[in-house]
């Protein structure tokens, strides 16, 4: 079975500064996606990116970059210019993709940006 | 666009009552849909999902149930709520990339 883990419980970051945030996996499979959701006090569960695990560039969608690492079972989000408004739980999150319905997603990383 | 409507919002019940969540969706046809709980402090977790009209599959035994009556529309029951059922809960559908989008989600408080 495919686990996910955020060893993060919390972290917080100065307001404009970078904050990374880890997760590791588990799995079998060679090819497989992984994705970052963000959750804000609205609880509103939002995609933040997604990395393909065939495909070496690492995802970047504006401020939001991650470092896929798959020999290591890595896949860490970088957060460039924190906002305010960045500041959420955060959960990684693994699917094997086809025939598999299912997204395992770690426990999640509270993350607090600071003015 | 591609929109995922759920109600109640909130919802406050005692021990023992039924239960009726309902999901729609808007914008795409024959989606996969998911069921998701999320306790206090915690992951997601797959309860229920459907590729279809009346196709329901569970990950986890509880007391809970699912039906799939119309294409965009996923509903979530249970005839006698527990205490342990207070979570907040997630409805989601599948993107074209296996990724997931989610509902605004409905907050459940059993008393």
């Known amino acids: 079975a495919q686990t996910v883990t955020q060893s993060q419980p919390e972290m917080s970051v100065q307001e404009a500064e970078t904050v990374t945030l880890s997760c590791t996996y588990d799995?079998?499979?060679?090819?497989?996606?992984l994705f970052w959701y963000k959750q804000p006090p609205s609880r509103q569960m939002i995609l933040v990116i997604r990395?393909?695990?065939?495909?070496?560039q690492n995802a970047t969608e504006n401020r939001f970059s991650v470092n896929f690492q798959k020999a290591a079972k890595s896949f860490s989000l970088k957060i460039s210019d924190s906002q305010l408004g960045d500041t959420a739980m955060y959960f990684c999150?693994?699917?094997?993709?086809?025939?598999?319905?299912?997204?395992?997603f770690g426990k999640g990383t509270k993350l607090s940006v600071i003015p | 666009s591609q929109t995922i409507h759920q109600w109640p919002a909130t919802l406050v019940q005692p021990v023992g009552s039924p239960l009726s969540l309902e999901c729609t969706v808007e914008?795409?046809?024959?989606?996969?849909l998911y069921w998701y709980r999320q306790a206090a402090g915690r992951g997601l977790q797959l309860l229920f999902y459907?590729?279809?009209?009346?196709?329901i599959s569970s990950e986890v035994p509880q007391n809970l149930s699912a039906s799939r009556p119309q294409d965009r529309q996923f509903i979530l029951s249970s005839k006698k709520l527990l205490l342990s059922d207070s979570g907040f809960y997630l409805c989601?559908?599948?993107?074209?990339?296996?990724?997931?989008?989610f509902g605004p989600g409905t907050r459940l408080t059993v008393t």
């Open positions: 914008g795409t046809s024959n989606p996969n």
């Open positions: 799995t079998s499979e060679n090819n497989y996606y």
């Open positions: 990395q393909e695990a065939y495909k070496q």
């Open positions: 459907s590729v279809g009209i009346g196709q």
């Open positions: 999150a693994f699917t094997s993709g086809a025939g598999s319905y299912q997204l395992t």
């Open positions: 989601a559908r599948d993107g074209s990339s296996y990724e997931q989008y």
